[in-house]
């Protein structure tokens, strides 16, 4: 395995958690839940650009 697939997969685990984490959350019946919820959604998607640009850059180092 070469560097970007480490790092793209690793990118790919941080995204797994913070949805679990993010849908633990939103099924808590308290208030406090449902902003750690959004907390971890948005930590979700940036987590998801991360791993998308790395993919971009694996394959343009690729080529």
Known sequence: ????????????????????????????????????SVHWMVRRVEFQAVAFLLVLVAIYMGS
Request: aromatic share 6%.
């Open 1 to 36: 395995m070469n560097f970007f697939t480490v790092v793209v997969l690793a990118a790919v685990l941080a995204t797994l958690v913070s949805l679990v984490s993010g849908i633990s959350s939103m099924g808590a019946d308290r208030e406090i839940g449902h902003l750690d």
